[in-house]
């Protein structure tokens, strides 16, 4: 492909990434949201500045009341200050959306829409733990507090210029993954097939509008144009630039299909979340969404088995967790390819 000029900034702003990639146990999460801002050239950091941090103080104090959308890796941390500061973020956001503003109560609302509109797929009830998402989110702040927060955030949202259009998290439970691992054969195409969709509802919901994506880029890949082009057949699909770091792209609507007339500007960045709001507010609602799954995981599992440690999933506790539970998984006979990843 021959390189083509970016056009212009868009009005339309949206980021995708990822939580859970790497991990033995524990479903991959993807998040992504979608602004429009008032101007082309507005940052919505800056537009929300009264509100919304960029990074994470060090100080309690300075932090106090606001909302942090950051790299949720910094957004959270294993204590009771960092959970609040993900989930105050994940959920005062996510009440934008929600029917009445009011933020989700429910670890129901992350399995259906309309927060969860891409899945995961029915499979997911194979894994009976899941069915603990079903009751009260176990959170470390109140409803009345993150109630007022959404309000407060609807207020600096409106004061800024900027409307949250949407937003979202699709969790991919290890029995989804697994197959298609099985079918790709590569953990990469995998990641690329699950980013693509939340692409796809993007691109269908906006790209009649203009809009412009960033998407977190994990791995070594550096050339996307070729599935991009397989995955949006009703587009043209031309390159901006290939570069260490970043590689964009700008999608048009072909004449005479269901898409003419759309656009879509694109971009695969190393560490995104850095670079856009958007991104970064993906990166929150994914981490929550996985967080908040590992929990019920816990659960499950130390109700069957008191005294067993809880685990975050990651490989080495993971196999520590693995033999810890050997006997519950046993006994309740699910060691099969819905409990551990295949890679």
């Not at 009005?11 to 008032?38: H, N, V, Y």
């Not at 005479?256 to 007339?261: F, L, N, V």
């Amino acid at each position: 492909m021959q390189p083509v000029s970016g056009g212009g900034p868009l009005l339309i702003q949206a980021g995708i990434d990822e939580a859970g990639l790497g991990p033995l146990l524990g479903p991959l999460a993807l998040g992504w949201s979608a602004i429009e801002t008032r101007t082309p050239s507005q940052d919505a950091w800056d537009a929300l500045a009264p509100l919304v941090l960029r990074e994470v103080p060090r100080s309690k104090k300075i932090e106090g009341s606001k909302l942090v959308v950051a790299d949720s890796k910094k957004v959270h941390s294993r204590n009771p200050r960092g959970r609040s500061r993900l989930e105050r973020t994940a959920l005062e956001f996510a009440a934008q959306l929600q029917p009445g503003g009011a933020p989700p109560r429910l670890g129901a609302a992350l399995l259906a829409p309309p927060f969860a509109t891409l899945g995961p797929s029915p499979e997911h009830r194979i894994a009976p733990w899941y069915d603990e998402l079903d009751g009260e989110l176990e959170l470390h702040t109140g409803h009345d507090a993150l109630e007022l927060g959404a309000e407060r955030l609807r207020r600096t949202l409106e004061a800024g210029g900027i409307k949250l259009l949407d937003a979202g998290l699709r969790l991919v439970p290890a029995l989804e993954l697994n197959r298609s691992y099985q079918r790709t054969n590569s953990k990469g195409i995998t990641m690329l097939e699950t980013t693509f969709s939340a692409l796809d509802r993007l691109w269908r919901l906006f790209g009649g509008r203009g809009l412009s994506v960033v998407v977190d880029r994990q791995g070594g890949r550096a050339h996307y144009g070729p599935p991009l082009a397989r995955a949006f057949p009703t587009a043209s699909v031309s390159l901006v630039e290939e570069r260490p770091g970043t590689s964009s792209y700008v999608l048009e609507g072909r004449a005479g299909s269901p898409a003419e007339g759309y656009h879509m500007e694109v971009s695969f960045t190393e560490r995104g979340e850095e670079h856009s709001f958007t991104t970064a507010l993906g990166s929150c609602f994914a981490k929550f969404g996985r967080e908040a799954a590992m929990a019920a995981f816990n659960r499950w599992w130390c109700a069957r088995s008191p005294g067993l440690k809880p685990t975050a999933g990651y490989t080495t506790d993971g196999r520590r967790w693995l033999e810890d539970a050997r006997e519950a998984i046993e006994r309740e006979g699910l060691a099969g390819a819905g409990l551990t990843r295949d890679r």
